[in-house]
């Protein structure tokens, strides 16, 4: 038998120097030739605006100027997703329980008055065209879960006050921000009694600085 080696040197676990095996690098240069070919189909050239939710058709990607989507066409696809289930489509509602939008003069009429309904909400009896509804309606402004960006009011504003027979002129961005400067500090929605005694006309916009 034998002795053990009595030297501590022998019992130390040696250190050693394996080199990488040539399969792994091989797998590794597949790899990044595969991520390298996935991002040149996929990537989308690195475009920030590939993925638009707010866009409409899927045409092919252009490079030249875009017209501007129809405000319009962006009004409806937004009154579709939040007004329609209450007012309907037709913009006809539902007779004592959710008001018409077709025919209504709070549509087409002031809209320093129709602004702020879309702000903030419209809450108790109110009289439309000589039927009474005493309901709710949601804040779509400051105050709801999820507000909607002034320019999408504008969009959903523009588009209900020229359909179903409506003609009134178009609402703009500036004049949705306008009334959302002018009433920040409201949280309740509003009474017919109040959204009367509003001036019709909207209020003067601030002096450019
Ligand atoms: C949950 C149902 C509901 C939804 C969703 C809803 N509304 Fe209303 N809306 C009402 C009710 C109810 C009233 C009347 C409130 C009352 O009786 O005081 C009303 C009133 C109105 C009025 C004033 C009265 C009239 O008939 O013109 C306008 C304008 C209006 N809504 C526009 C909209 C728009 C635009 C949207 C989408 C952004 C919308 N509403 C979403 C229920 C709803």
């Not at 937004?78 to 959710?98: D, E, K, P, R």
Request: glycine fraction near 12%; hydrophobic fraction near 40%; proline fraction near 11%.
């Amino acid at each position: 038998m034998i002795p053990p080696d009595p030297s501590p040197l022998a019992q130390a676990p040696a250190e050693r120097h394996a080199p990488i095996p040539g399969w792994l690098t091989g797998l590794g240069l597949v790899l990044a030739f595969w991520a390298g070919g996935y991002l040149f189909l996929y990537s989308g050239g690195f475009r920030g605006d590939v993925y638009d939710p707010g866009q409409i058709t899927w045409g092919p990607v252009s490079t030249g100027p875009v017209a501007p989507p129809d405000p319009k066409v962006i009004g409806k696809r937004l009154y579709t997703a939040n007004c329609a289930q209450c007012h309907q489509a037709t913009g006809l509602g539902q007779a004592g329980v959710y008001p018409p939008l077709a025919g209504v003069d709070w549509v087409t009429g002031s809209k320093h008055r129709l602004i702020s309904i879309l702000h903030h909400g419209l809450a108790g009896a109110i009289t439309i065209n000589g039927q009474l509804y005493n309901n709710n309606m949601p804040a779509w402004g400051d105050g709801a879960p999820v507000p909607l960006k002034d320019e999408q009011i504008a969009a959903i504003l523009t588009y209900i006050r020229s359909e179903w027979g409506n003609k009134a002129e178009p609402v703009s961005t500036e004049e949705v921000a306008l009334i959302r400067a002018a009433t920040k500090d409201r949280k309740q929605p509003w009474s017919e009694k109040e959204l009367l005694a509003l001036p019709s006309d909207l209020p003067p916009a601030p002096a450019a600085k």
